[in-house]
């Protein structure tokens, strides 16, 4: 290349950079360090959060870790967040973190134990701390919900606030879902508009586990997990309606396998940025060539809208998304 040629390149260069044309940093798929599943993604301040599954055999599942970042590219492990330890009816199998904020303390709900039926203790628990990154500890001494209701096991929960403030968690497995209100301090459960205090909202026959449900454009969007979770068909479906109770009626999958980037991508969360309308989806997905069921890793990607507010099926990727700082 001769000298001039040289001096272009070298031109176009500086241009780009002044132009702001050189690629961001990117996340990276998957976006966390080993075996991660059921990732719990919030917002706090102007900090990042995912709250995983450590994806382990139950009997080693016995704590959570969490993980903050100020841009989505940059990761800090927080260790053992919440330990079995501080649950004194908890004795393996703790997972699906949904972790909230509320007045200044912030509440990790969770699932242990992974009971069959009435007679076992366990279901889905509550802890309390003063930070994101805890150390937490056991707000009830007992179950929040212990006992199965409409089919649904205690399991998967999800809590969502109303735009009123109203307190709600989406919950289920075994091919039943319920909603219920919380109370205003998460100590228990009141009855919803119609008196009922679990109202099962099965979406569809497809539906397995891991709700979620979030508001966009004055409708309610209510999320699931599909298909067995150590399995490659295991992914992510939708349906809308006009209220936190439904009815729902299933859309269809917006995020599955992709033979040439991962298989069994499920139970996932959602990450709205608070200064545009942003939207990522955190899941976990087992990498090629993988099989064991608890080789599970945390991924990012984004997630957009079509003009009608439908949800656009997700591309897996291996890059993830750019460096989004928060305001």
């Known amino acids: 290349m001769g000298f001039r040629s040289t001096m272009m390149v070298a031109a176009a260069l500086a241009a780009a950079v002044s132009f702001g044309a050189v690629a961001a ?40 870790d969490a993980f903050s970042s100020p841009d989505l590219v940059q990761w800090t492990r927080h260790p053992g967040v919440l330990k079995i330890e501080a649950v004194s009816w908890a004795k393996e199998a703790l997972w699906a973190p949904s972790v909230v904020e509320k007045d200044g303390k912030y509440y990790f709900f969770f699932s242990a134990n992974d009971i069959k039926n009435d007679s076992e203790v366990g279901g889905i628990g509550v802890a309390v701390a003063d930070r994101p990154e805890g150390p937490y500890r056991d707000l009830l001494g007992k179950p929040l919900i212990g006992s199965f209701h409409n089919g649904a096991q205690p399991i998967d929960q999800f809590v969502f606030k109303d735009d009123d403030g109203t307190w709600y968690m989406l919950y289920g497995g075994w091919k039943h879902a319920n909603i219920v209100r ?5 100590t228990g459960i009141v009855p919803l508009s119609d008196g009922t205090l679990y109202k099962e909202i099965t979406p569809a026959p497809e539906y397995v586990e891991g709700s979620l449900m979030f508001k966009r454009g004055g409708r309610y969007y209510y999320m699931w997990s599909e298909g067995g979770w150590g399995e490659p068909d295991y ?12 009815p729902f009626k299933r859309i269809g999958r917006i995020l599955q396998q992709d033979p040439a980037v991962a298989t069994s991508a499920g139970h996932h969360s959602l990450i709205h940025a608070p200064d ?16 064991g069921r608890n080789e599970r890793a945390t991924a990012i990607d984004r997630m957009e809208f079509d003009a009608q507010g ?11 998304v750019p460096a989004h700082p928060l305001p």
Request: proline share 11%; net charge negative.
């Open 25 to 64: 940093p990117m996340s990276g798929n998957p976006i966390l360090p080993g075996w991660y599943a059921d990732p719990e993604a919030a917002v706090f301040g102007k900090t990042y959060w995912i709250f995983p599954t450590s994806s382990r055999p139950y009997a080693e599942q016995t704590a959570f």
């Open 182 to 186: 919380l109370k205003d301090d998460f």
């Open 235 to 246: 992914s992510v479906a939708y349906a809308i309606a006009d209220a936190p109770t439904g």
């Open 276 to 291: 545009d309308d942003s939207w990522y989806i955190v899941y976990h997905r087992r990498p090629l060539g993988r099989t």
């Open 310 to 320: 439908h949800i656009l099926p997700v591309k897996m990727t291996h890059e993830g």
